[in-house]
Each structure stands twice: as structure tokens, then as C-alpha cells.
């Protein structure tokens, strides 16, 4: 009994997963409308999203406009605190070094991420940051609809090549 109940608990948290990756992926897409680069993410806290966003750097001509950072701001923001210890986020790209950074300086406590950034990803493709010695430890899971994920990338930059 135990065994299935396990089971469907695990079924019902990956469905969350899924959800959660969905609506970062719905982020992306109105990046690419906007020819962005399609990357989307959003902070969830107690189950229920709280922030969202996506890319905006050539719109805002700003360095830090990466999806992931913009919506942990917003989180900040929303919870009353730089601290986001009971967040996840939920991101289609793997964090760059600079949104690694911010999420270990903000304490998040997992990041889920679709697809690899063998460019400039330091959650596994270049280094893992995560798992250097510092003051807070980032759970990590990766490849979350990373195929979606993937496509609307390479899709955008296949656009971009021929114009």
C-alpha cells in the first residue's frame, strides 16, 4: 500500500513539474515574440507560482534582463524579501553564471531547468556552481520538457540566421 501510495505521489508531483515548466515555456514564447532570446521562467512558493518572466535583454539594453533573474526579482519583491528559501524556479535554459550567482546568493531551494546551455550553462553543461562549497546548496534537476524547449530555441535562431 505504501508503494503505490508513493507512486502516485510521485506521479502527482511530476504533473506539478510539468505544469510549472509549461507556464516557463509559455514565458519563452512571448520572448520570441518580441525577438528574444526564447528563454521563460517563473518562481513558484507553496505550490503556486508567484512570479513570472522572460527574456528582455535587447528590449531593456541591460546585462542582468535574463528570465530567471527578472523573475526572482519580481519573487523578492512579492514575498517581501531577497531571501527566497521556500522558492523554486522554473527555467527552459540552464542558468548562465550570473543567475546561478543570484540564485545561490537568494538562497532559492531548487531550480529546474529544460535544456542544456553548453555555451554558458553552469548548472552541468560548463561547471556545476551548485555544487561548489558555498554558504547555501541549489537542488538541481534538469531536461524538464527540454525538448520543447530546444525546439522554440533552435527554431528563433534559425529565423535570426536567415534575416
Given at each position: 500500500?505504501?508503494?503505490?501510495?508513493?507512486?502516485?505521489?510521485?506521479?502527482?508531483?511530476?504533473?506539478?513539474?510539468?505544469?510549472?515548466?509549461?507556464?516557463?515555456?509559455?514565458?519563452?514564447?512571448?520572448?520570441?515574440?518580441?525577438?528574444?532570446?526564447?528563454?521563460?521562467?517563473?518562481?513558484?512558493?507553496?505550490?503556486?507560482?508567484?512570479?513570472?518572466?522572460?527574456?528582455?535583454?535587447?528590449?531593456?539594453q541591460t546585462f542582468y534582463a535574463h528570465a530567471e533573474f527578472l523573475a526572482m526579482m519580481k519573487a523578492a519583491k512579492k514575498i517581501g524579501s531577497w531571501r527566497l528559501e521556500d522558492c523554486d524556479v522554473y527555467v527552459t535554459m540552464e542558468p548562465c553564471p550570473m543567475c546561478a550567482g543570484a540564485m545561490i546568493q537568494s538562497r532559492v531551494r531548487t531550480v529546474y531547468y529544460g535544456v542544456k546551455d553548453?555555451?554558458?550553462g553552469v548548472a552541468d553543461?560548463?561547471?556545476?556552481?551548485?555544487?561548489?562549497?558555498?554558504?547555501?546548496?541549489?537542488?538541481?534537476?534538469s531536461g524538464l520538457l527540454a525538448e520543447e524547449s530546444q525546439k522554440l530555441l533552435k527554431d528563433f535562431f534559425k529565423k535570426l540566421r536567415v534575416k
Open positions: 500500500m505504501n508503494q503505490d501510495r508513493d507512486i502516485i505521489m510521485k506521479s502527482q508531483e511530476n504533473q506539478l513539474k510539468i505544469k510549472f515548466m509549461k507556464a516557463a515555456l509559455k514565458e519563452a514564447y512571448k520572448a520570441e515574440q518580441i525577438n528574444e532570446v526564447p528563454v521563460g521562467a517563473v518562481v513558484v512558493h507553496q505550490g503556486k507560482i508567484i512570479a513570472r518572466a522572460h527574456n528582455t535583454r535587447e528590449k531593456e553548453l555555451k554558458s553543461s560548463i561547471i556545476n556552481i551548485f555544487e561548489l562549497p558555498f554558504n547555501h546548496h541549489v537542488h538541481v534537476e
